[in-house]
């Protein structure tokens, strides 16, 4: 079982209980696609998942559960689908046919853009412009809000 996987059931799992579990379980939801080392492999080993972030006692027994006794895990809503895990990302770039198989081509677009309104130097039309001229189908503007007062900012 992946900690995408893991990561899923925990969503899951949180709409069924109440609070403060219900937050505990998505917060280690979310955390899981960073986790340093794939949960399976940390429990292979006989080291405790309570090292992994959002982890504590009640939580790493019901994940050694699920490992050992894998559910089903249903197919994410398609706006959760196709993200990597730290540990998927780092096998796929220390592989070493990871200078083939990622082309730029196969980039669909970029999720972290700044215009002019906080610290870019582009327009919002330039940057859809030259995402468009990229053969992006998306961009995603992140302008800072004046909290950040470094970077000018909106409010």
């Known amino acids: ?3 995408s996987e893991i990561s899923e ?3 899951i799992e949180a709409e069924e209980v109440k609070q403060p579990l219900q937050k505990a379980m998505r917060r280690a939801g979310r955390k899981a696609f960073l986790w340093p080392q794939e949960a399976s492999s940390i429990v292979e080993a006989g080291e405790s998942l309570e090292q992994l972030a959002g982890i504590g006692p009640f939580l790493a027994k019901v994940i050694k559960r699920w490992l ?3 559910p089903d895990v249903p197919t994410p809503p398609e706006i959760r689908q196709n993200f990597l895990t730290l540990t998927q990302a780092q096998s796929i770039l220390n592989s ?3 200078a083939t198989t990622i082309k730029t081509g196969a980039i ?5 853009m700044h215009t002019l309104w906080s610290d870019g130097e582009g327009s919002i039309r330039e940057m859809a412009d030259a ?3 990229r053969g992006y189908q998306y961009i995603s503007i992140t302008d800072h809000s004046k909290g950040l007062k470094i970077a000018g900012g909106i409010d």
């Open 1 to 3: 079982m992946s900690n």
């Open 9 to 11: 059931l925990l969503c």
């Open 68 to 70: 050992n006794n894998p």
């Open 96 to 98: 070493k046919a990871a």
């Open 108 to 112: 669909k677009g970029d999720l972290q």
């Open 131 to 133: 995402g468009i001229a």
